[in-house]
């Protein structure tokens, strides 16, 4: 079975490419959000494997959202994402509940999956 991802990204161009590229390498998008008050409700509905995302969201930023999925019994594996590097976040990831995080230049089947498995 191929691994489920959420895709939460406020732009639909970044959504619809990140799934085209997960879907070629190896993995099964069930879903995208554009705000974290979706992600949260998608995520609970849907019950992805992982969370792809974004650290700026229009409603809630990245962090919020991850902190909130940990709470749940059956937890994804979240990925923090962002047009900027991890350094713009000072120590904020390392503090966060997440598997890690990808700088959007660098996304591939690859280095998601070298983070959640």
Do not use: C, N, W
Not at 20 to 27: D, I, M, Q, V
Not at 102 to 116: F, H, N, Q, S, Y
């Amino acid at each position: 079975m191929r691994p489920t991802v959420l895709i939460v990204d406020d732009h639909a161009e970044f959504r619809a490419s990140a799934s085209e590229l997960l879907e070629a390498e190896g993995f099964e998008v069930i879903g995208a959000a554009e705000d974290a008050a979706h992600a949260v409700e998608l995520a609970l509905r849907l019950r992805p494997q992982i969370v792809l995302l974004d650290v700026e969201l229009p409603d809630r930023d990245g962090f919020a959202v991850a902190a909130q999925l940990a709470q749940e019994v059956r937890a994804p594996q979240v990925v923090l994402i962002s047009g900027r590097d991890a350094g713009a976040y000072g120590g904020r990831v390392g503090d966060s509940p997440v598997r890690g995080f990808i700088a959007k230049r660098d996304l591939t089947g690859a280095a998601l999956a070298a983070l959640v498995s």
